[in-house]
C-alpha cells in the first residue's frame, strides 16, 4: 500500500533552491573577476596540464573584459549567499535536523560502503535513515565549503579591515587560491549531484520540491500487535 | 504544506493527497523559478545608471554598491593596519600597470611640477617637492593590491598625508568628507573618502626602494593608499582638493565602485 513519508523540511526545500542560482551567479560573476587576473593552472613536474582557463571557455561564456560588471554582480549576491547559508544553518541548528545531516562515527566507513555499493561492487547498501553516510558527509562538507568561501572571500574583499581572517586564511595570496579551488570544489559536486539524483530517481528528485517520498508500506499483520517501531504510521 | 483539510467529509485517500501536495508544490515551485528568472531578466537588462560622478554600472547594481560601501564603511578602523613586510621581501622591479594621465609622450618636466592644494576662497597653495621632503619621512613595505587580482609587495618612501595635512594646516579640510587628487594633465583622478585619506599608513610618496620615483611610478609624487585598490593610488599628484561630494573619479566613471576599500 503507497503512503506519504516526510522527508525534506520546507527551509530545507526553500534554502536548496534558493542558493542553487545565487551560487551559480556567484560563479559566473566570479569567473569575470578571475578572469581579470587568470594566474592559476594544475603543474606537475614542470608540465602544465590545465590552464584555468582556456581561450575557447571564456569565449564560449564570454567571460573577457567583465571585471568591473563581474565585480557589482558579485558583491550584491554575495548578501544573499551569506544570508541564506546563515539561515540555513540557523534552521538546522534548532530544529535538530542536523542530526540527520553531520556525520556519525560509523560514518566514514561506512560511506566507503555505499560508494562500493554505488559503483556496483558491493550488492548490499548500509542500511540509512534520511541521508546514508555519504550523503551526510558530502552535504555536511559543502555547508563547510560555503562558510569557507565567506571567509577567504572576506579575507580577499577587505584584506584590511579583516585581516585577522586573511591571517587565518594563510595571507592574501593563499586566500585567493582557496576562494577559487572551493569553487572548483562546488562544480566537482554540482557534477557528483546531479548523477546520484537522476540514479536515484523520481521520487527522491520530487521530495526535495515537495518535502515528501512514496513509500510502499507492508500490509498490516492481521493481528494486530504492540509493535510500534513502524514510525511511517505516526507521521 | 500538508494542513488537513477539516471541511471536507470524506478522509483523502494517500493516492489523492499524493496528487494534491504535488500539485501544490510543483506550481509553488514553478511560479517561484519564474519570479527568479523574471527578476535575472530584469536585473540584467536593467539600464545603465545616468552617467555622472559614477557611470558604466547597471542602476540597481551602482545601487548595491553604495549601500555595500555604507556597510563596509562602519569596519574601516584607523586601528586596522595594512600588514608590513621586511625591505627584504620588497620587489626589485615593481609592475607598472598603467599610464593614463602620466604617458610618455606628454611633455612633462618634473622640476617645473609643484603641488597645488586648493584652499577655500580661491587660495591656491603651491608646494614644491623640496619643500615636502623636509618633512617627516614614513616609509612602508606592504603588499599592493590591483582590482584585477594581483598583489606585489613595494616599498615606498614618503609624507604621510596626515603629517601632511599639519603642517600645512588643512585640519579643517579633513573634517570635510572627500579629498580629490587629478594628474597635472586631468587625465587621471580618484576621489576618497576622508577617512581613507587620513588613515595613518596613507603617503604622499616620492621614494620607491630608497631612490626618488621613477616617472612611470608616478614621478614626482604619487599618492600610496594601502586600504585601497591600486585604482586609487593616484601617480604624478598635479592637484588635491577637499569637498563634501564625491570628487569625480575615473574608475568610478567606469563601472567600478567608488569606495574601492580593502
Not at chain 1, 551560487?23 to 613536474?45: C, H, Q, R, V
Not at chain 2, 577637499?242 to 568610478?252: C, E, I, K, L, V
Request: charged share 20%; proline share 4%.
Amino acid at each position: 500500500m503507497k503512503a506519504i513519508k516526510e522527508k525534506h523540511s520546507l527551509t530545507m526545500r526553500w534554502c536548496h533552491w534558493v542558493n542553487f542560482p545565487i551560487l551559480t551567479i556567484m560563479i559566473w560573476s566570479g569567473m569575470l573577476i578571475y578572469w581579470a587576473n587568470d594566474e592559476y593552472y594544475i603543474k606537475i613536474f614542470g608540465h602544465t596540464y590545465f590552464r584555468f582557463f582556456p581561450d575557447w571557455f571564456y569565449n564560449t561564456l564570454k567571460i573577457p573584459h567583465r571585471l568591473s560588471e563581474g565585480m557589482a554582480f558579485h558583491f550584491l549576491f554575495m548578501w544573499f549567499f551569506t544570508l541564506n547559508g546563515i539561515f540555513y544553518i540557523i534552521y538546522t541548528i534548532i530544529s535538530g535536523d542536523w542530526r540527520e545531516l553531520v556525520p556519525k562515527k560509523n560514518s566514514f566507513k561506512e560511506a566507503f560502503l555505499v560508494v562500493l555499493h554505488d559503483l556496483h561492487i558491493r550488492k548490499m547498501a548500509p542500511p540509512q535513515n534520511k541521508y546514508n553516510a555519504a550523503q551526510r558527509i558530502a552535504y555536511t562538507a559543502i555547508i563547510i565549503m560555503g562558510i569557507g568561501s565567506v571567509i577567504t572571500g572576506l579575507a580577499i574583499y577587505k584584506p584590511v579591515q579583516f585581516y585577522y581572517l586573511t591571517w587565518i586564511c594563510g595571507g592574501y595570496h593563499f586566500a585567493r587560491i582557496l576562494h577559487f579551488a572551493l569553487t572548483l570544489g562546488y562544480v566537482f559536486f554540482f557534477l557528483i549531484h546531479i548523477v546520484q539524483v537522476i540514479l536515484a530517481g523520481w521520487n527522491n528528485f520530487r521530495s526535495v520540491i515537495s518535502g515528501f517520498e512514496v513509500i510502499n508500506e507492508n500490509p498490516k499483520p492481521a493481528i494486530e500487535t504492540t509493535n510500534t517501531d513502524n514510525d511511517e504510521h505516526s507521521r | 504544506m500538508s494542513t488537513p483539510d477539516k471541511k471536507s467529509k470524506k478522509e483523502l485517500t494517500v493516492e489523492q493527497k499524493i496528487n494534491r501536495r504535488n500539485f501544490i508544490s510543483f506550481s509553488t515551485f514553478a511560479v517561484l523559478a519564474a519570479g527568479a528568472v523574471g527578476g535575472w531578466e530584469w536585473l540584467y537588462k536593467s539600464p545603465e545608471e545616468t552617467a555622472g560622478i559614477t557611470a558604466g554600472a547597471r542602476k540597481p547594481l551602482r545601487r548595491a554598491l553604495n549601500k555595500t560601501e555604507l556597510f563596509f564603511r562602519r569596519v574601516f578602523s584607523d586601528n586596522h593596519m595594512v600588514k608590513i613586510y621586511p625591505k627584504s621581501m620588497a620587489a626589485k622591479r615593481v609592475r607598472v600597470n598603467s599610464d593614463i594621465g602620466i604617458e610618455a609622450d606628454k611633455k612633462f618636466d618634473p622640476s617645473n611640477w609643484k603641488l597645488q592644494v586648493a584652499k577655500k576662497g580661491g587660495e591656491v597653495l603651491q608646494i614644491s617637492l623640496q619643500e615636502l621632503m623636509t618633512l617627516p619621512k614614513t616609509e612602508i613595505i606592504y603588499d599592493f593590491k590591483c582590482v584585477e587580482g594581483w598583489d606585489q609587495i613595494s616599498h615606498w618612501g614618503g609624507v604621510r598625508f596626515k603629517d601632511f595635512i599639519e603642517h600645512y594646516k588643512l585640519d579643517d579640510y579633513t573634517k570635510m568628507q572627500y579629498v580629490g587628487m587629478e594628474t597635472p594633465d586631468k587625465g587621471y583622478y580618484i576621489g576618497l573618502d576622508m577617512p581613507s585619506a587620513m588613515h595613518p599608513q596613507t603617503l604622499l610618496a616620492y621614494e620607491m626602494n630608497d631612490k626618488l620615483l621613477p616617472l612611470e611610478n608616478g614621478a614626482p609624487l604619487r599618492l600610496i593608499i594601502p586600504v585601497k585598490y591600486g585604482i586609487k593610488n593616484l601617480k604624478r599628484v598635479g592637484s588635491i582638493t577637499f569637498s563634501n561630494t564625491r570628487p569625480r573619479d575615473y574608475w568610478a566613471e567606469q563601472g567600478y565602485d567608488y569606495y574601492s576599500g580593502l
